[in-house]
């Protein structure tokens, strides 16, 4: 068995902290569902970004908030290059699956599809 990544991304309207959970809950709950097979038993661990204008909330909360209690997950801050998103919370995932990494959807909602348009396809405005 394999590990594999998992990316995905959304963005926020304000710095708030229910703005920042509820967005997080929504991403991770879009990626179990574009993922059918991924169960949280299987999940390594979990990266959350967040840009330098979002320090209301961490990301985790949101995880485990969703029963996310067993999973390692660690929170950070995004490189600030000039002209990024704004308002962005970034996810990785690290999952102990068989399947290829070619079959793993990625989910980039709202705004965020611009970070990666090539596989943001089809996952439209949030």
């Known amino acids: 068995m394999a590990i594999r990544g998992i990316r995905g991304a959304t963005v926020t309207n ?5 703005e920042i ?3 997080t809950r929504e991403l991770l709950s879009a990626i179990l569902k574009a993922n059918p097979s991924l169960q949280i038993e299987d999940l390594c661990s979990a990266i959350f970004t967040l840009t330098e204008d979002l320090s209301s909330a961490y990301p985790a909360e949101a995880a485990r908030q969703l029963g996310w209690n067993s999973v390692p997950l660690l929170c950070t801050r995004e490189v600030p290059v000039p002209g990024s ?3 962005c919370i970034r996810v990785l995932l690290h999952w102990n699956t068989d399947l290829s990494q ?3 959807q990625h989910v980039y909602l709202g ?3 611009r ?3 090539d596989l943001a396809n089809n996952q ?3």
């Open 14 to 18: 304000i710095d708030a902290a229910d």
């Open 21 to 23: 959970l509820t967005a």
């Open 85 to 87: 998103l704004p308002r």
């Open 102 to 104: 070619e079959s793993i």
């Open 111 to 113: 705004q965020a599809a």
């Open 115 to 117: 970070l990666r348009p």
């Open 124 to 126: 439209g405005e949030i």
